[in-house]
């Protein structure tokens, strides 16, 4: 019996990028059973992009969801779960997150469900992501056990097992789906032969956007339950982002903010502590000269 599977695309003003978002999905080998897109309050043609594929294929639908006086990090979060209200009367074994500016090679789905297959652990999965620079598509998946945020692909067994994705103060929800999932058991897996190509990638962002978005990285690697020891690791590696030289030091500053102020983190006590005893052993595994994938 062919495994079946299900899409759902939170998209805000992004009607630049998503017909080729929608052209990609109806190109791949396999089409999800259904797909959903949400307009989380756009006021741009996002809407009209959507509902234009919908009336021509009945697969996917449009939802809109009217803005409301703020936008919080769990705007993601909320509109996923409105798309997954949206599916219950479909038959599915996988749901995927797909975001509004991303596109795929035609048998991207394909090769997940059989990845998914060949192994019954398998519970989140991707492909590797490529942003798009004025030189070209530069690869910048560099870990093969975090899948990527945009694409992520689970096994519907283990979303329901994580709770599917839970607002997030800072953002992370895709950080916190994949690291409740490995902390129930599951794999996590990047396939790195197989590229997605983000069109509005984020490190594109100068000047104070880009020091809010390295200030945020470290807020989120706080709320998620990150080590201090393992935070200031991974901050001095991302040394090459913007703004440069001092996103490091702007990360940390957003890390330890919140560590030392004694801020209550998103993620509950469980895998906070989860997450700490692996992170302290992926740091003594890369000191011993074996740092894991």
Not at 54 to 83: D, W
Not at 101 to 106: G, P, Q, S, V, W
Not at 223 to 246: N, V
């Amino acid at each position: 019996m062919t495994k079946s599977y299900v899409l759902i695309t939170p998209a805000r003003n992004e009607g630049a990028f998503l017909p080729g978002v929608v052209d990609s999905i109806l190109k791949q080998t396999v089409r999800p059973a259904r797909w959903i897109i949400i307009s989380d309050g756009s006021t741009d043609n996002t809407d009209q992009v959507a509902a234009a594929a919908a009336q021509q294929h009945s697969f996917i639908r449009l939802i809109r969801v009217e803005a409301g006086p703020t936008r919080s990090f769990g705007s993601k979060a909320k509109a996923f779960q409105k798309g997954c209200d949206a599916v219950q009367d479909v038959p599915f074994d996988f749901i995927g997150n797909l975001d509004a500016d991303i596109t795929l090679e035609r048998d991207y789905y394909e090769r997940m469900i059989r990845e998914m297959e060949q192994n019954p652990k398998l519970g989140v999965a991707s492909g590797a992501c490529w942003d798009k620079t004025p030189e070209g598509f530069r690869k910048i998946t560099i870990s093969e056990n975090h899948a990527v945020g945009a694409v992520q692909f689970f096994r519907r067994a283990c979303f329901e097992a994580v709770g599917g994705y839970r607002p997030m103060t800072v953002g992370g929800v895709d950080s916190l789906a994949v690291l409740t999932a490995r902390m129930h058991g599951w794999h996590t897996r990047v396939f790195m032969d197989v590229p997605l190509y983000h069109h509005k990638p984020v490190d594109s962002a100068g000047g104070r956007t880009a020091i809010r978005i390295a200030y945020r990285a470290g807020m989120t690697e706080y709320h998620i339950g990150s080590h201090p020891l393992f935070a200031l690791a991974k901050a001095m590696r991302r040394w090459r982002e913007r703004p440069f030289p001092a996103a490091p030091f702007i990360r940390l500053y957003g890390y330890f903010r919140l560590y030392l102020s004694g801020a209550k983190r998103d993620a509950p006590d469980e895998l906070v502590a989860y997450l700490k005893t692996e992170q302290l052993r992926i740091l003594r595994e890369t000191l011993k000269g074996n740092p894991p994938a």
